[in-house]
């Protein structure tokens, strides 16, 4: 019997992807229909995620019949027209023509609210089953605000099973009226395959801070980039990177480089592999949101044995023991941030200790065979 997924979601998203691939390696669908939930520059495809010969056909992502450049901005120009009902309508369409077993909307805000589109009002007559994964903001953030309070009580009246990063988003969606099913912690990466322990080199060592140069919505990097003008004079001889930085970021930066001692520098747009090759040289990360979920940047640095100072409200009081194995901050704390980020510069024997404690935490609760366990009993009815 012909089981078929249809997923919502952001393609660009790495992410994404990795749920993508380690979903169709489980063999428990013929086919995933992926449709976007953000816009397809490059568009997830057969190649792009590694799939070969059987695994290549099982996906299908939905794309206008036009060219790659033409449905980028294709699908701007209708979201402006539409909104999100045409993309509702798709998805609609998707459903009768696939009959699929499953419908799953990964992350709530861009993908999720399609599924409150007037042309789902009726779905008590629905033979699928629908899945909700947060990404970590979906509640956190947006559960606390009025102007989110309605569509996310309408879509959780239509979700079946509910899944989290953070445990503490099941008392966010009780409160949203949320009764069903509640999956937490299940992680949007799946997990990491770590195949040594053995470090680099020792992170004491190490003469380098890498900082996630978020400034939007959620990021609050500004904040990082405070804190270590507070303790400038503890920071002698360490070169300070800064990944992924938006443009108030950036300037900041800039002006740091002309007006401050620090020795900081933005590391331009590379792959993810680059990134964690800047972690296995790093001393420190930093990364600082108002909300978050699991931070992948947060678990790379610890793959390579980097001290991690994470901001509350994510998921990392999972994995870091709170002034032991990486410091919990309160992202608007400059002052805290600046004590915790001196202490893990002068404390050798913390920051190696916790590497060694961190890679033996994340074999432990962030494996890979893990992960698609749990995607396998997700998927399984």
């Known amino acids: ?6 997923i919502v979601g952001m393609v660009e998203s790495s992410h994404f992807q990795k749920w993508i691939k380690a979903t169709i390696s489980t063999e428990l669908f013929s086919k995933v229909i992926v449709i976007p939930s953000d816009y397809p520059v490059n568009k997830i495809n057969s190649n792009g995620l590694g799939l070969e010969g059987k695994q290549r056909s099982q996906l299908k992502v939905f794309k206008l019949p036009i060219g790659s450049k033409l449905n980028n901005f294709t699908f701007r120009i209708l979201d402006l027209t539409f909104g999100l ?5 798709i998805l609609f369409i998707s459903i009768k023509i696939y009959r699929p077993k499953i419908v799953h909307f990964q992350e709530l805000q861009h993908g999720g609210y399609i599924y409150n589109a007037k042309i789902f009002k009726s779905t008590r007559k629905r033979n699928y089953k629908v899945i909700c994964s947060t990404w970590g903001s979906d509640l956190i953030l947006y559960g606390k605000l009025i ?12 979700t079946d099973v509910l899944t989290a990063e953070r445990v503490d988003d099941g008392e966010i969606a009780r409160k949203l009226n949320y009764s069903k099913e509640f999956i937490a912690p299940l992680y949007i990466t799946v997990g990491a395959k770590i195949k040594s322990r053995i470090l680099s080199s020792k992170p004491s060592e190490r003469k380098m801070i890498l900082i996630k140069g978020y400034q939007d919505n959620h990021g ?3 904040n990082a980039l405070a804190a270590l003008t507070l303790i400038e004079a503890h920071l002698t001889g360490y070169k300070i990177g800064v990944f992924s930085a938006s443009n108030a970021v950036q300037l900041q930066v800039e002006y740091l480089q002309n007006n401050t001692a620090l020795n900081i520098e933005i590391i331009k747009r590379t792959s993810n592999l680059e990134i964690k090759n800047y972690f296995s040289q790093s001393r420190i990360y930093i990364g600082l949101a108002i909300s978050d979920g699991l ?39 400059i002052i805290g941030v600046a004590n915790c980020i001196e202490k893990a510069v ?3 024997q913390m920051v190696d200790k916790a590497a060694i404690e961190n890679l033996n935490s994340l074999a ?3 494996s890979y065979e893990t992960g698609l366990n749990q995607i396998k009993e997700l998927y399984k009815s």
């Open 346 to 348: 002068k404390d050798d």
């Open 85 to 89: 009902s045409w993309r509702a309508l």
């Open 220 to 222: 609050r990097a500004l």
């Open 147 to 158: 102007s989110h309070e309605l569509p996310l009580k309408q879509l959780l009246s239509k």
């Open 364 to 366: 432990e609760k962030y």
């Open 295 to 333: 931070s992948t940047s947060m678990v790379e640095a610890m793959e390579q044995g980097t001290f991690p100072i994470q901001s509350a409200n994510s998921a990392a009081n999972l994995f870091i023991k709170n002034g032991s194995t990486g410091y919990i901050v309160d992202p608007w704390d």
């Open 1 to 6: 019997m012909k089981r078929i997924l249809i």
